[in-house]
C-alpha cells in the first residue's frame, strides 16, 4: 500500500503563531483529504485537496502532486486548534484510503 | 442534516461474544468504509465497500465481518472479538471513488473495549 507520512509529530505553538503541516505519500493520488480530530474524537473535514492550492479563513492547503507532498497552513492559532490532523489519501492504483500518523497540535494561550 | 451515524458509541463486552456495530448514512452516498485508530498508528482501514453487495478488504481485516445489503448501511461485524480488537472504529462514506469531488465523511466514532 501507499505510505503516508507527516511531520512534525508533535508542535506546541503559543497563540497566535502560525504553523506549517506536512504529508509526504510514497505514490501518485486520486484523493488527499485533511482532517482535524478535536479532543473529543470528532474527525472534522479541513480540505479535499487532491492538487492545487484552497483556502479557508485562517487555514490554508496545498497540494503538489507531481512531487507528492501537501501542506497545511495554520495562521494565527487559537486554543481550538489544538488536536490532531491527519493526511488521508487514496492511491490511484485502487480505492483504499490510507492515514499518516497525524500531527498533535497543542496551542497554549 | 447531512450525516454518518454510528452505534453504539462505547460497548464493553466480552472475548468470544459477537457483536456488530451499525453504520448509516443519509446522503446517498455509493462508498462506505470502516477504520480503526490505535495510539500511534493512525487510522487503518478494515474493509470497503462501493455499493450495495460490493465489499472488499482493506489494510487490516482479520477478524471483522462486513455486509452491504442497502445502500445507507454498512454493518461491522466482529463473529468473536478478542482483546487485539479493542480500538476506536469510525465509519466513512462518499461519493464513489472515480466520480470526481469524493470527500469522505466520518462517523463520531464507536470506543469499543473487549476484555
Not at chain 1, 44 to 49: A, D, S, T
Not at chain 1, 52 to 59: E, I, M, S, W
Request: net charge neutral; charged share 15%; aromatic share 12%.
Amino acid at each position: 500500500g501507499i505510505q503516508v507520512e507527516q511531520s512534525p509529530p508533535d508542535l506546541i505553538l503559543q497563540e497566535g503563531a502560525n504553523s506549517t503541516l506536512r504529508c509526504n505519500f510514497s505514490d501518485s493520488v486520486n484523493n488527499l483529504q485533511w482532517f482535524h480530530q478535536n479532543p473529543w474524537g470528532q474527525l472534522i473535514n479541513l480540505f479535499y485537496i487532491p492538487s492545487g492550492t484552497k483556502q479557508n479563513g485562517r487555514l490554508s492547503a496545498t497540494t503538489v502532486a507531481t512531487e507528492r507532498y501537501s501542506l497545511l497552513y495554520i495562521s494565527s492559532s487559537q486554543t481550538t486548534d489544538s488536536g490532531v490532523y491527519f493526511c488521508a489519501v487514496e492511491a490511484n492504483t485502487g480505492n483504499q484510503f490510507y492515514f499518516g500518523t497525524g500531527t498533535s497540535l497543542t496551542v497554549i494561550p | 442534516e447531512a450525516q454518518v451515524t454510528q452505534n453504539p458509541r462505547y460497548l464493553i463486552t466480552v472475548t468470544g461474544k459477537k457483536l456488530t456495530v451499525t453504520c448509516s448514512q443519509n446522503m446517498n452516498h455509493e462508498y462506505m468504509s470502516w477504520y480503526r485508530q490505535d495510539p500511534g498508528l493512525g487510522l487503518r482501514q478494515i474493509y470497503y465497500s462501493m455499493n450495495v453487495e460490493v465489499t472488499d478488504k482493506g489494510d487490516v481485516p482479520e477478524g471483522y465481518k462486513v455486509s452491504r445489503k442497502e445502500k445507507r448501511n454498512f454493518p461491522l461485524i466482529l463473529e468473536s472479538p478478542s482483546p487485539n480488537q479493542t480500538s476506536l472504529y469510525f465509519c466513512a462514506s462518499s461519493l464513489s471513488p472515480g466520480r470526481g469531488y469524493y470527500e469522505q465523511y466520518f462517523g463520531p466514532g464507536t470506543r469499543l473495549t473487549v476484555t
